[in-house]
């Protein structure tokens, strides 16, 4: 079973930040934040990935919270290619990938 | 970063014949492949999970004997859906875990394949 609750949808304007929320109450000490998103029949793109600290790339922002029961994926400037279904996945980090339902981002023109 | 070449991208086969899907691992050693399954507005579902010379461990629910993994090499695993029906008409995705990349702390230690569109008639 998946251990991360995500709102099942959500919308977006282009040009303006995306922030997808992930729940993870019952996160261990061991477990890593990881982000994916996955573009219409394609297979899963990575996207980012923490255990405690904030964390930025090129392509998003992740903030977790101090308790780590909850973080929140960061796309700065969204564009319409950002359209997808995200998912949020906790596990350590040789464990294999169990996907929730993740949240179907609209990034609207 | 890694790569993963999973093909076919697309096949439509008959009830009752056998398929058989292929992904390759480029530039990196595969020592593990997770073989997914996706159906219509649905989430990933974990079918198997594979080690280089050794049996699928199969998730629960999921027939070993109709899902044939096969992961003789680092660099290659395929997956043979026997004896397909209609209800196994899905989207099944690779994913291939590198050890080596993961020990570094680059999470291209997981890499997916771009999947592969299987329709029984």
């Known amino acids: 079973d998946a251990k991360t609750t995500q709102p099942p949808s959500m919308d977006c304007a282009e040009g303006r930040a995306a922030n997808l929320p992930c729940n993870h109450s019952?996160?261990?000490?061991?477990?890593?934040v990881y982000w994916y998103r996955q573009i219409h029949s394609q297979g899963p793109q990575y996207i980012i990935h923490g255990l405690k600290n904030n964390e930025t790339n090129e392509m998003a922002s992740l903030i977790i919270t101090e308790d780590r029961k909850s973080s929140t994926l960061i796309l700065p400037h969204a564009t319409l290619r950002d359209t997808a279904v995200y998912y949020c996945i906790v596990r350590e980090r040789a464990q294999k990938l169990v996907f929730g339902q993740g949240t179907r981002l609209t990034i609207n023109p | 970063g890694a790569v993963v070449s999973q093909h076919p991208s697309r096949v439509i086969c008959k009830s009752g014949t056998s398929v058989k899907i292929e992904c390759r691992s480029l530039?990196?050693?595969?020592?593990?492949m997770f073989w997914y399954r996706q159906f219509p507005k649905q989430s990933l579902m974990l079918m198997a999970t594979s080690n280089e010379g050794s049996k699928a461990t199969y998730e629960q629910g999921v027939e070993k004997d109709k899902f044939l993994i096969n992961h003789a090499s680092l660099t290659l695993s395929t997956l043979t859906v026997t004896s397909a029906h209609p209800e196994d008409s899905s989207f099944y995705i690779c994913?291939?875990?590198?050890?080596?990349?993961?020990?570094?702390?680059?999470?291209?230690?997981?890499?997916f394949g771009s999947g592969t569109r299987l329709t029984v008639v």
């Open positions: 994913s291939a875990r590198d050890l080596m990349i993961l020990a570094t702390g680059d999470n291209y230690g997981y890499t």
């Open positions: 019952t996160i261990s000490g061991n477990e890593y």
């Open positions: 530039d990196f050693q595969a020592t593990t």
